[in-house]
């Protein structure tokens, strides 16, 4: 008797944390769309499969990458490291660490490097290699969670993510259990030193890229499983609507090829448990309070879409399994190729872009050349011009930030 009222003791304390143990969550209802089906433009297959691994184990979660006009990857590590790879992979020199979480990777407007930078907010990489701090809040409200950036090409802008004011990257299941609209998307302008809050109310913004001719900017809301896009000029100008919806995964980064197309990067499939929470709140807290292990989890899926610019799906790129280089977090194209970053491999990726689109060229000569093994480069010692260039330019950061 005796052991049988211990285990209702213990039973009715389980309940009672279940039920009433506070959190840091105020959960929001919302009833998602019915996921689309996995086929026609959604259909499974293992495209994906034939990832090649490019500078494996030089660091873990290469989530933002980027390829500059010569074809050099740059990648930013979970440890803060920001690095810059030849096209194959190889002549790994180290750029800078930031001492935070670098995410988004963009060339800025008049030189450098932009990093949205998770923990430290909106950076620059300039000449001297030095991690400077472009922006840290907009409206008094400091940013929680600086996610991706990218540049236009016509002027001297950055657009850029808060995915979340509330949550950090350590807290992210706090914000997609919450499902409230906790992000923003803003505009820093490079020349005046500002930064300005163009929508609020977004559901963990992601992944942005700046259009053709600098006529709209996306931004992806991985939670809503869409993607919006915000116009900067026309009769449009400061308007919204939506890109694509009901999206069949969870929305990371995107990209933009220059040209025609961009490229949409999955987290993973939708996961039919959350989505069948998300219309609960009290149901969401209950389940948050359980151990992280019996948390709705993501299926090891690489997954990935190309857009063309009317928001159409014209390429499915797909892998479920154990060897699946995921998640992918972003895609970029340059030249004959796909490269693809994770939050969490230790390698970039690499597909010939004919595997995805049967119409374009297969790699040749130098690029159809396997990975090449990294050689360390060490950057050469600036010269006292350019160390006075570089403190000159740290002086200016000062004062703008004064201002």
Known sequence: ??????????????????????????????TPPPAPAAEGVY??????????????????????????AAGRIY????????????????????????????????????????????????????RGREATLNTDSADGVP??????????????????????????IDATMADIFEHAPNGRLLRYDVVNKTTEVLLDGLYFPNGVAVGPDDAYVLVNETTKYRVLRYWLKGDKAGTTDVFIDNLPGFPDNISFNGRNRFWLALYSPRIEQLDALLPHPALRK???????????????????????????????????????YSPITSVREFGPWLFFGSLTEPAIGRLPLHAALPAEPAPVGSYALPPAKPVRIEPRPLSAEEREEMEREAREA?????E
């Open 1 to 30: 008797m005796r052991g049988l009222k211990i285990i209702l003791v213990l039973l009715g304390l389980c309940v009672a944390y279940l039920l009433a143990w506070p959190v840091p969550i105020d959960p929001q209802a919302w």
């Open 43 to 68: 259909a499974y297959n293992d495209t994906l499969k034939g990832i090649e691994r490019l500078a494996e184990g030089l660091g873990n979660g290469p989530e933002g990458i980027n390829v500059d």
């Open 75 to 126: 990648a930013g590590y979970d440890d803060g490291r920001v690095v810059r790879y030849s096209h194959n992979g190889g002549d790994y020199t180290e750029l800078t660490n930031t001492g935070g979480r670098p995410l988004g990777i963009t060339f800025g407007p008049t030189g450098g490097v932009d990093v949205a930078d998770a923990r430290k907010g909106l950076l620059h990489i300039g």
């Open 143 to 168: 940013f929680g969670f600086t996610d991706d950036v990218d540049n236009t090409r016509l002027d001297k802008s950055l657009y850029f993510t808060d995915a979340s004011s509330r949550f950090g």
């Open 286 to 324: 209950i389940v948050f309070r359980l151990p992280d292990f019996l948390h709705p989890k993501p299926p090891r899926h690489s997954f990935a879409l190309g857009l063309d610019t009317d928001g159409k799906v014209i390429a499915n790129l797909q892998y479920r399994g154990d060897d699946a």
């Open 398 to 402: 000062a004062s703008g930030d004064d």
